[in-house]
C-alpha cells in the first residue's frame, strides 16, 4: 500500500488529507499527517477571536474528528530526506522518530516574520494562532481592569495603548476589531474617558492593504482614522524594550499591548532541513500541477501548496507571477493536489492550478468592511456582512459553520462578552494563592499574561513549528 507523508495540518495540508480521504480507493494508499497541534486554524478569524465575537474552540478544526481515515502524529517535522524518503519527526517525548514514506505532501505553511529589535521577543504577541488572538483579547481587557483603578497618569495611559504593526489583511483587521472593542469597554468603565484609549498601527510602507488598490486602501485610512486610530505610515519599530515602543521617524508611545502582524516568514525546516529545492527566499520550487521541481527537472514522488511553496500564478498576465499566500489559495490548492496525487497514482496526467481571484474582503470591525473585486469596491455594512457570509461558508465542516454562525447571533443579540481569562495557562495559581491578595494581584498583573503567551518565533522555535 502506498504510504503518503503530509507535512503540516494547515489549510493546505488539511484539505490535502481531507479529499485524499474521500476520492481515495479502499487499500489504494494511507495517509499519515504531522502537525504540532492536532487542528486547523481557521486564520481569518483570528481578529474575531481577540474581540469575543467568535468563540476560540470554533477557529480551530480538530484533525483527528475530521479526517477518519488518517493517521494523524502530533508532532514536529525537524527534517526530510527525500533520498531516502523519510521525514525525522519530534513528539511529546521529545524523542526523534522516523517515518518513511512513498510519496510526500510538504504542506509545513509559514512562520510569524521576526526581526532583532530589542524588546521585541519580551513584549510582542504574534497574530497567527488561536493563543496568541486570546492572549491579546485577555491582555487588552486585564489592562482595562488594572487602568480603571489608576489615577490619570502615565502608568494608566500605557495600560490603554495599543500598538499593532503590520498594515496588511492581519494587521488592518486586528486595529479595526480593538477600535470596536474598546468602544465598548469604555461603555462599561465610567472611570475611563472615552478619548483615554489609545490605538496606533505601524506600517513600513506608505500604504496598507496591497492586495486592494490605491484609492480603497486611502479610504480604509480614512475610515480608522475617523474612529480614532492612529497611522504610522512609512516607518518601522526600532526598539520596544519595557513596552516604550520607538519609531524610526522618531515617533514614540508606551504600550501595554504591542501586537506583532508584520508578515509571514520562510519555515526554516523547508528552507533548510530538506533535500528539496528551494528557491531564494526558502520556498519550495513547485510546478503549476503542485509537483515539487520544475518542467525539465521534477522531483519524483514530492508535492507541495499553501505558503511554503512558490507554485506559478497562471491566471496572472505578470511574467513570472507566483501565487499569493492566502486562504483562498491555500483551500483550492489543497483540493486540487489530493486529485493529482490520486492522478499520478493511478497512471493518469495531474492538472495545472489556476485559480482567478475572488476579490478580497476584509472586516474593520463589528459593521464595518471592505470588499473590492477588480474596480468593483463596497464599503460598511454591506461589505461587513459579505465577509461574514463568504468565511461562514468557506470554514471546513458543517459543524464548524453551525457552531461560528450561532456565536455570531449570540454576540449580536447579547452583546459582547468582556469576562478575561489571563490565568487559563496556570490553572493551579489561585489554589497555590491560597487567597493571599499579594499573591493572587501578582497573579494578574500583565507581565505574567505575557508569560503565558506563545513565544515570539525565533529560528528555533519556526523549526519546531512544521
Known amino acids: 500500500m502506498r504510504r503518503i507523508l503530509v507535512v503540516g495540518g494547515g489549510y493546505a495540508g488539511f484539505y490535502t488529507a481531507w479529499h485524499l480521504e474521500r476520492r481515495m480507493r479502499r487499500g489504494?494508499?494511507?495517509?499519515?499527517?504531522?502537525?504540532?497541534?492536532?487542528?486547523?486554524?481557521?486564520?481569518?478569524?483570528?481578529?474575531?477571536?481577540?474581540?469575543?465575537?467568535?468563540?476560540?474552540?470554533?477557529?480551530?478544526?480538530?484533525?483527528?474528528r475530521h479526517l477518519r481515515r488518517t493517521t494523524v502524529v502530533t508532532g514536529y517535522v525537524?527534517?526530510?530526506?527525500?533520498?531516502?524518503?523519510?521525514?525525522?519527526?519530534?513528539?511529546?517525548?521529545?524523542?526523534?522518530?522516523?517515518?518513511?514514506?512513498?510519496?510526500v505532501v510538504v504542506t509545513a505553511g509559514a512562520v510569524t516574520r521576526s526581526y532583532p529589535i530589542p524588546g521585541l521577543a519580551e513584549e510582542a504577541i504574534g497574530f497567527k494562532h488561536v493563543e496568541e488572538a486570546v492572549a491579546v483579547r485577555d491582555r487588552l481587557l486585564t489592562s482595562f481592569e488594572r487602568a480603571a483603578c489608576l489615577p490619570p497618569g502615565p502608568a494608566r495611559s500605557k495600560l490603554l495603548t495599543t500598538v499593532v504593526v503590520g498594515g496588511g489583511?492581519?494587521?488592518?483587521?486586528?486595529l479595526g476589531e480593538l477600535l470596536g472593542l474598546t468602544a465598548s469597554l469604555v461603555r462599561r468603565y465610567p472611570e475611563i474617558d472615552p478619548s483615554e484609549p489609545s490605538l496606533h498601527l505601524v506600517e513600513a510602507h506608505h500604504r496598507i492593504l496591497p492586495e486592494v488598490s490605491e484609492r480603497p486602501g486611502r479610504w480604509v485610512v480614512r475610515h480608522l482614522e475617523s474612529r480614532g486610530a492612529h497611522l504610522h505610515l512609512g516607518t518601522t519599530v526600532a526598539s520596544a524594550a519595557g513596552g516604550h515602543v520607538e519609531l524610526a521617524d522618531g515617533t514614540a508611545v508606551d504600550a501595554g499591548l504591542l501586537v506583532w502582524a508584520a508578515g509571514n516568514g520562510t519555515n526554516p525546516v523547508v528552507a533548510r532541513q530538506t533535500d528539496l529545492p528551494v528557491d531564494e527566499r526558502g520556498l519550495v520550487v513547485t510546478r503549476a500541477d503542485l509537483r515539487i521541481g520544475t518542467d525539465e527537472h521534477p522531483v519524483p514522488d514530492a508535492w507541495a501548496a499553501g505558503d511554503n511553496a512558490a507554485i506559478p500564478d497562471l491566471a496572472s498576465s505578470a511574467p513570472g507571477a507566483r501565487t499569493v499566500p492566502n486562504a483562498q489559495h491555500a483551500v483550492r490548492q489543497g483540493r486540487l493536489l489530493a486529485r493529482n496525487i490520486?492522478?499520478?497514482?493511478?497512471?493518469?496526467?495531474?492538472?495545472?492550478?489556476?485559480?482567478?481571484?475572488?476579490?478580497t474582503v476584509a472586516t474593520l470591525g463589528l459593521g464595518h468592511g471592505i470588499f473590492q473585486y477588480r474596480r468593483i469596491v463596497v464599503t460598511g455594512l454591506p461589505a461587513w456582512l459579505m465577509h461574514r457570509s463568504y468565511h461562514v461558508l468557506?470554514?471546513?465542516?458543517?459543524?464548524?459553520?453551525?457552531?461560528?454562525?450561532?456565536?455570531?447571533?449570540?454576540?449580536l443579540v447579547l452583546g459582547r462578552d468582556i469576562v478575561a481569562l489571563p490565568t487559563v495557562q496556570r490553572p493551579r495559581a489561585?489554589?497555590?494563592?491560597?487567597?493571599?491578595?499579594?499573591?493572587?494581584?501578582?497573579?494578574?498583573?500583565?507581565?505574567?499574561?505575557?508569560?503565558?503567551?506563545?513565544?515570539?518565533?525565533?529560528?528555533e522555535a519556526a523549526a519546531r513549528s512544521v
Open 28 to 64: 489504494e494508499a494511507e495517509v499519515t499527517l504531522v502537525d504540532p497541534r492536532g487542528y486547523m486554524t481557521y486564520q481569518p478569524f483570528l481578529p474575531e477571536v481577540a474581540v469575543g465575537s467568535i468563540e476560540p474552540r470554533h477557529t480551530a478544526v480538530s484533525l483527528r
Open 430 to 459: 489561585a489554589f497555590l494563592a491560597a487567597g493571599e491578595p499579594d499573591l493572587l494581584l501578582d497573579d494578574a498583573a500583565p507581565r505574567d499574561v505575557t508569560s503565558a503567551t506563545p513565544e515570539p518565533v525565533t529560528a
Open 169 to 174: 489583511f492581519t494587521g488592518v483587521e486586528v
Open 342 to 359: 490520486l492522478a499520478d497514482l493511478r497512471g493518469r496526467p495531474p492538472r495545472r492550478y489556476v485559480h482567478h481571484s475572488l476579490g
Open 78 to 103: 525537524t527534517a526530510i530526506d527525500h533520498a531516502h524518503r523519510a521525514a525525522t519527526v519530534r513528539t511529546a517525548d521529545g524523542l526523534p522518530r522516523t517515518l518513511h514514506y512513498d510519496t
Open 394 to 411: 468557506a470554514v471546513p465542516t458543517w459543524e464548524r459553520k453551525i457552531r461560528v454562525a450561532l456565536g455570531w447571533t449570540a454576540s
